[in-house]
């Protein structure tokens, strides 16, 4: 590998090719696992491929956008919890915990929602979403200064977190929060005013209104600015430093604990960013099943995008295509949803499994 | 580059969440034109009826009722099997209201949404989709093309309340739930009611909330307590996750200090057939095939009339194997309670709030 990196970069074309037959080898990998999993479960590859492809990519049954809407609308929080894991990650922070902020944010920019009800409608969305960014980073944060401060490990602190998270959602849509006529622990729905618009035009969507919100464009502005922090300021460098080596942080002068915690208020500011995105854009209103467990699905989703903002983005919207498509087949052709979990979880062990094969590869040639 | 830190985020993010912002507010204008009664057969095109589960399909409950009641369905309006569609696990509300538009939206003519967690998408939806007849399980509100299905569970908790106090030893009694829901609440104020009709002087102990459906560890946990608090006969209401009650009473339960155990939403007897007395079952049947039938024909009016034991829709089951347990004077009051509730004699009480 040392040998190979003293070599004169290679052509852009000789790149583009190299990358373009590792996505193809990636594809057919993953076709291959999935027509397996489907097999295993009973299913006929056959009708089950097409049926979930249809539902992540277009249907002439809908219109062309539809289901192109729901692969990214079931990506928006993946995205953005996506973000919020890697930036923990790469500064070393094992956070659990994208669960909890996510859950934070949204009640957070709820508890705005319900004392500012009466002021104009643009106002409240964008308070519930400063609320939710602040929300979130104060839930990480508790975690960030635990470790600092008291050297408790993120990993068990955030898990901690992400179920007192869950059960103040419970309390508060039991109890101050809960809808007027006291009957389900839930929410009342957020007027139509608040929510962000819906950006398909029916006449693109075969009639029925998407679910594609302008919160998209927030998740989608997120990458690009998660990737200059990182990769383009003094705070970027010095999280990825004490990512990769505490001691060469510390010895650079850098303040590790201080980084830490400056990581894991950011992650949980991008997290609890999520809850109120997803509760502005599709969810309407909060209660205990809010999240279908997107702040863990970040982790593997972060770890497949190879802990880059680009990559997250990336491995995002195919997780986003992969649930929209399962959902899908499931109305269509009766291909149980949870294919979509078990791939999910296939997916990340053959990425930890081509990580160890490779590392011990380079050990072997004794590279790095 | 400490200067680009801030600005940049603030000329990136900050304008995109001010653009998300100002793009706020939506429309909700129906995008297709009413043609005919909600639910209706369109003349040349097939009859397409969903079902929506927030749980698994083969629960042994509420979830499994619904199956085979659409199932019911399908024959009695002698569909094909194309014609019904089931989608389970819809656990969270963005997945609840994603599989109603995508079902309205494929031109379902019937959409089922098993619970109360429904009604408020579907209240919402239903104004675009005025074709389509959205059927609320469980729900109270009612719309142009949206109707509640009101159980009375009530009536079958009444006789199980009766049959518990006339069956504890101890005089104390117990509720397990898994969410503190208006449904739920009523059911065990049912309960309540019948087992003071029996024993004015029963303890009924404050109810517990699992907070999970499914759970059966969590159950299980919530039972042992009531058990050692000294009750004697408990209720749940808890779907999946009911096994977990019983479970816990057979190990609590001897032949000198027996406890039991009593189902409710399905015919649990067979479950734990040493500890349950008898069971309430919903039977989502008739009242699927009677809406189904009529939305066909287009004479369907949504209407929020409560379906109990008189329609057949909500049962009462004793369990045979420990039917000579309980007392002739007990089974006697029972039995004419039972009939006092089907002739229309005695009406149940329904907690809505």
Same mark, same amino acid.
């Given at each position: 590998m040392s040998a190979r990196r003293m070599t004169t970069p290679r052509s852009l074309s000789a790149r583009v090719i190299k990358v373009a037959l590792q996505a193809c080898a990636a594809a057919l990998s993953f076709l291959i696992l999935l027509a397996g999993t489907l097999t295993l479960f009973g299913i006929r590859a056959k009708t089950a491929l097409p049926a979930i492809a249809d539902g992540a990519f277009g249907g002439w049954q809908y219109g062309h956008l539809y289901a192109l809407s729901e692969t990214v609308v079931e990506a928006v929080p993946l995205i953005l919890t996506g973000?919020?894991?890697?930036? @923990?990650?790469?500064?070393? !922070?094992?956070?659990?915990g994208g669960e909890g902020q996510l859950l934070i944010g949204a009640l957070s920019a709820m508890t705005v929602e319900h004392f500012i009800g009466n002021t104009p409608a643009p106002l409240i969305t964008f308070l519930m979403l400063v609320a939710s960014v602040v929300g979130g980073a104060l839930w990480g944060g508790i975690a960030g200064w635990?470790?600092?401060?008291?050297? %408790?490990?993120?990993?068990?602190? &955030?898990? !901690?977190?992400?179920?007192? @998270?869950? +059960?103040?959602?419970g309390a508060a849509v039991l109890g101050p929060l809960q809808e007027p006529s006291h009957s389900g622990p839930e929410t009342a729905l957020l007027p139509d005013p608040v929510l962000f618009a819906h950006i398909l035009p029916a006449a693109w969507t075969g009639g029925i209104t998407a679910r594609l919100h302008t919160g998209v464009i927030i998740a989608l502005i997120a990458v690009p600015c998660t990737a200059v922090w990182m990769y383009r300021t003094r705070t970027g460098f010095a999280l990825r430093l004490t990512g990769r080596n505490a001691d060469a942080a510390r010895t650079a002068g850098f303040s590790v604990d201080r980084v830490r915690l400056i990581a894991m208020v950011v992650s949980g500011a991008l997290c609890?960013? $999520?809850?109120?995105?997803?509760?502005?854009?599709?969810? /309407?209103?909060? =209660?205990?099943?809010?999240?279908?467990?997107?702040? +863990?699905?970040?982790?593997?989703? $972060?770890? !497949?995008?190879?802990?880059?903002?680009?990559?997250?983005?990336?491995? @995002?919207?195919?997780?986003? #295509?992969? &649930? /929209?498509? &399962?959902?899908?087949?499931?109305? &269509? #052709?009766?291909?149980?949803?949870? %294919? @979509? =979990? %078990?791939?999910? $979880?296939a997916s990340v062990m053959a990425v930890v499994a081509i990580r160890a094969w490779r590392g011990r590869a380079q050990l072997a040639s004794g590279g790095d | 580059m400490t200067a680009t830190r801030g600005t940049r985020f603030r000329r990136l993010l900050l304008p995109a969440i001010i653009a998300a912002t100002a793009g706020c507010g939506r429309s909700n204008a129906p995008t297709v034109a009413a043609s005919g009664a909600p639910g209706q057969q369109v003349a040349g095109k097939p009859y397409k009826i969903a079902l929506v589960l927030s749980g698994s399909a083969t629960d042994h409950g509420w979830n499994q009722d619904a199956v085979k009641a659409i199932h019911d369905v399908q024959s009695a309006l002698k569909l094909p099997a194309s014609s019904i569609s089931i989608k389970e696990d819809a656990v969270s509300p963005s997945q609840q209201q994603?599989?109603?538009?995508?079902?309205?939206?494929?031109?379902?003519n019937l959409i089922i949404g098993h619970g109360e967690e429904y009604q408020a998408p579907a209240l919402h939806m239903a104004p675009q989709f005025p074709n389509t007849l959205f059927v609320i399980s469980s729900g109270d509100k009612i719309a142009a093309n949206v109707?509640? *299905?009101?159980?009375?569970l009530e009536d079958g908790a009444y006789l199980l309340g009766m049959l518990a106090a006339g069956m504890s030893h101890t005089g104390k009694i117990a509720e397990v739930g898994a969410q503190e829901i208006a449904p739920v609440r009523s059911v065990f104020s049912a309960f309540a009611l019948g087992a003071k009709a029996v024993?004015?002087? *029963?303890? *009924?102990?404050?109810p517990v909330y699992t907070n999970d459906w499914e759970d059966i560890g969590k159950a299980a946990q919530a039972t042992q307590p009531l058990i050692q608090q000294g009750a004697d006969v408990i209720i749940q209401d808890l779907d999946s996750a009911s096994q977990g009650v019983f479970n816990a009473v057979q190990q609590s339960s001897t032949a000198a200090h027996p406890v039991y155990a009593l189902g409710t939403n399905n015919d649990q007897n067979s479950a734990a057939p040493g500890v349950v007395l008898a069971s309430a079952p919903i039977n989502c049947s008739p009242v699927f095939v009677s809406i189904a039938k009529q939305a066909e024909a287009g004479t369907f009016k949504p209407s929020n009339t409560p379906y109990g034991l008189p329609q057949g829709v909500i049962g009462f089951i004793e369990n045979p194997a420990l039917a000579s347990r309980i007392p002739a004077p007990l089974q006697a009051k029972i039995t004419a309670a039972q009939q006092a509730i089907q002739s229309g004699k005695l009406v149940v009480p329904m907690k809505t709030q």
């Open positions: 973000l919020g894991v890697l930036v @923990a990650w790469q500064a070393g !922070m094992f956070s659990i635990l470790r600092t401060t008291r050297n %408790v490990q993120e990993v068990i602190s &955030t898990i !901690m977190l992400n179920y007192i @998270a869950l +059960y103040l959602v609890g960013l $999520a809850g109120s995105v997803q509760l502005l854009g599709v969810s /309407a209103r909060l =209660d205990q099943q809010f999240s279908p467990g997107w702040g +863990y699905s970040a982790i593997p989703v $972060a770890l !497949m995008g190879g802990l880059t903002p680009g990559g997250t983005l990336v491995s @995002a919207l195919f997780f986003g #295509a992969l &649930t /929209a498509g &399962t959902n899908s087949a499931e109305r &269509t #052709a009766g291909v149980p949803a949870v %294919v @979509a =979990d %078990v791939l999910l $979880a | 994603d599989n109603l538009r995508a079902y309205a939206g494929q031109g379902y109707t509640p *299905i009101v159980f009375k024993n004015p002087n *029963i303890t *009924i102990l404050h």
